[in-house]
């Protein structure tokens, strides 16, 4: 998953999301390739959940994406970070809400036929 958010200066800030216990392994790549990619810094940030819908158009789906963010809302979740394409829908949120998230977004989605799948 990435991000892009412009940054003082003009520069940009890039995000994304690896497995923890891969998270030294992409600090040594970055690291490698720190002077081809000209970028001033990484920040590691452990403790982060993802939490995905996923379906068949669902960014052009507006009743589906208020629903989604409804549901984070309603279960006091913060977002931290978005994603989205055709097919999925994905936030970042703290790893220690990740679940109650997940839960409530399947209790959202599961009232009314078809349901999209959850991971």
Do not use: W
């Not at 394409?85 to 970042?92: E, L, S």
């Amino acid at each position: 998953m990435a991000q892009n958010t412009s940054a003082p200066g003009g520069r940009n800030d890039l995000s994304f999301v690896v497995d923890e216990r891969d998270s030294a392994t992409a600090m040594a790549v970055l690291e490698q390739v720190r002077d081809t990619l000209c970028f001033d810094s990484v920040r590691v940030d452990i403790g982060v959940g993802r939490v995905s819908l996923v379906g068949a158009s669902l960014r052009s789906n507006s009743e589906i994406i208020a629903r989604y963010f409804e549901s984070l809302r309603d279960a006091d979740v913060a977002v931290e970070m978005v994603a989205a394409t055709d097919n999925f829908i994905a936030v970042v949120t703290r790893e220690r809400d990740a679940d109650r998230a997940s839960r409530h977004l399947k209790s959202t989605f599961q009232q009314g036929e078809p349901s999209p799948l959850l991971k």
